[in-house]
C-alpha cells in the first residue's frame, strides 16, 4: 500500500512537501506518478517518473517549473512551490509496475494509489 503525508493549507505562493511511503512492495520497479483532483474537474497525472533512475520524469505544462517529483528507496516526494489556487485539490501518490526509462503511459491504470491528502492554496 501506498501512504501519504504532507497536504495542507497554503497562501498563494506558499510551498508544501507531498511524501509518499510504500508499504508491503519495494517501489523500485514501479513506475510513480503524482494526480490530483480539482473540485469539478478530472483527475489529472501531474508529475511521472520511470522506474530507472536516469529515466524520464515528467511534469503537466501547469506545474512546470514549480513542482519536483523524486524517490529514494521506498518512498516518493513531491516538492510544490510558488502553489497557486488552481493547485487546489486532492493529490494522490500511485505506482505501476512498469519496467525501463519511460513513464508509464497516461492511460495506465496504476497498481497501487495512497489515500489522497488535501492540498487547499487561498488567494
Known amino acids: 500500500q501506498l501512504m501519504e503525508s504532507g497536504g495542507g493549507a497554503v497562501q498563494a505562493g506558499g510551498a508544501l512537501k507531498l511524501s509518499c511511503a510504500a508499504s508491503?512492495?519495494?517501489?523500485?520497479?514501479?513506475?510513480i506518478g503524482w494526480f490530483r483532483e480539482a473540485p469539478g474537474k478530472e483527475r489529472e497525472r501531474v508529475s511521472c517518473?520511470?522506474?530507472?533512475?536516469?529515466?524520464a520524469i515528467e511534469y503537466a505544462d501547469s506545474v512546470k517549473g514549480r513542482f519536483t517529483i523524486s524517490r529514494h528507496t521506498d518512498a516518493m516526494f513531491l516538492e510544490m512551490n510558488n502553489l497557486q489556487a488552481e493547485d487546489t485539490g486532492v493529490y494522490y501518490c500511485?505506482?505501476?509496475?512498469?519496467?525501463?526509462?519511460?513513464?508509464?503511459?497516461?492511460?495506465?491504470?496504476?497498481?497501487?494509489w495512497g489515500q489522497g491528502t488535501q492540498v487547499a492554496v487561498s488567494s
Open positions: 500511485a505506482a505501476t509496475y512498469y519496467e525501463g526509462r519511460d513513464c508509464a503511459p497516461p492511460w495506465r491504470v496504476y497498481d497501487y
Open positions: 508491503g512492495f519495494p517501489l523500485h520497479p514501479y513506475a
Open positions: 517518473m520511470s522506474s530507472s533512475p536516469d529515466g
